[in-house]
């Protein structure tokens, strides 16, 4: 390709490459359009991999909806913890309602090369996935703080975590995670930028939080063997309080490490063809770890039911009726 003579070569080659990875267009479909026809195993992938979302959108928008209903008649769970859950469980219903298939809509325009449709499916997917995925990483970094905030403060939580600061926290996370939606329209670097900031700092608050309960844990268990080895006749006192805290963690515990497992190898892969560079391969496996994204929403409702009890019998008696009918 020939240049202006003006221009450094340097400098041609910079903007060769950053026009080439689709970082200075409001798009990366002008990227798939130069890769998907010379390579024919990235149609046929992105065909495969759009018909594999249509099953996953169904049951993760059917697998919350159940749950959305089972935790709105719990009673077991204190409100200011179960709007998060509720929040969590909405969110993930919308992006199977809503996300998963566009995407699968966007793939197949991918697989039969309609790049006039390419743009347009690209950034009706894209903006609602960023935002629902934010409030879904926001939520569940908030959930672990929450459980934190229980063993800090004691017998003060429920002053310190009402339902008015949780409903104030919601809506700042939907407003900041649909501004970091919307910026994909403004710059696609900046929006993948953000979307790997996003993911980190929620990556570190979380983490330090469950750090931080496992260590409080093991110096109260540890406090509690020392008392009984100095008064071996003394009774251990009531533990059931301290039982359902730890069932709460570990729930909380498993939803998290459910997000990071789903939404990580998505971040990296991301970084990589954001940033440094992109193969047929790697656009292939990008599409891959976006559906294990998506797949985050379906795994959910499988972690309620196995975790919480009375969600779980809650839902038995939901899909009972419904069989009934």
């Known amino acids: 390709m020939g240049h202006n003579m003006n221009v450094p070569d340097e400098i041609a080659n910079h ?37 594999l979302n249509i099953p996953l959108s169904l049951s993760g928008f059917l697998g919350n909806l159940i749950i959305l209903i089972a935790l709105r008649r719990s009673t077991s769970i204190n409100a200011p913890t179960k709007l998060l859950f509720l929040n969590l469980a909405f969110t993930d219903l919308c992006v199977g309602l809503i996300c998963q298939p ?19 499916t690209e950034k009706a997917g894209y903006i609602p996935t960023v935002s629902l995925c934010g409030v879904s990483l926001l939520t569940v970094t908030a959930i672990s703080v929450d459980r934190l905030l229980v063993l800090l403060k004691g017998m003060i939580y429920r ?5 008015k600061r949780v ?36 990556l570190v608050i979380s983490t330090s939080s469950y750090v931080t309960i496992f260590l409080i844990f093991r110096r109260q268990r540890e406090k509690v063997r020392d008392e009984l080895k100095q008064q071996p006749e003394q009774t251990t006192p009531p533990v059931n309080a301290a039982r359902r805290y730890e069932k709460s963690v570990s729930t909380a515990l498993w939803i998290y490490v459910a997000l990071i497992t ?5 971040s990296a892969i991301k970084l990589v063809t954001t940033f440094i560079s992109v193969t047929p391969s790697l656009l292939v496996v990008n599409a891959l770890m976006a559906t294990l994204v998506y797949f985050n929403s379906t795994l959910n409702p499988a972690l309620y039911c196995w975790k919480i009890k009375e969600i779980r019998r809650r839902v038995r008696g939901i899909v009972c009726r419904i069989k009934d009918e």
């Open 167 to 202: 409903r104030i926290l919601l809506a700042i996370i939907w407003i900041s995670s649909l501004c970091t939606g919307v910026s994909f329209l403004l710059n696609v670097r900046v929006f993948f930028g953000m979307i790997c900031f996003f993911v980190l700092n929620c």
């Open 102 to 120: 566009l995407f699968s809509l966007h793939l197949m325009f991918i697989s039969l090369k309609r790049w006039d449709l390419c743009g347009v």
């Open 262 to 266: 789903c939404y990580l190898p998505f």
């Open 15 to 51: 903007t060769d490459k950053m026009s080439y990875l689709g970082l200075t267009q409001d798009s990366t479909c002008p990227l798939l359009r130069r890769v998907v026809p010379t390579v024919d195993f990235a149609g046929t992938s992105a065909f495969a991999i759009s018909c």
């Open 159 to 163: 002053k310190v975590v009402t339902l």
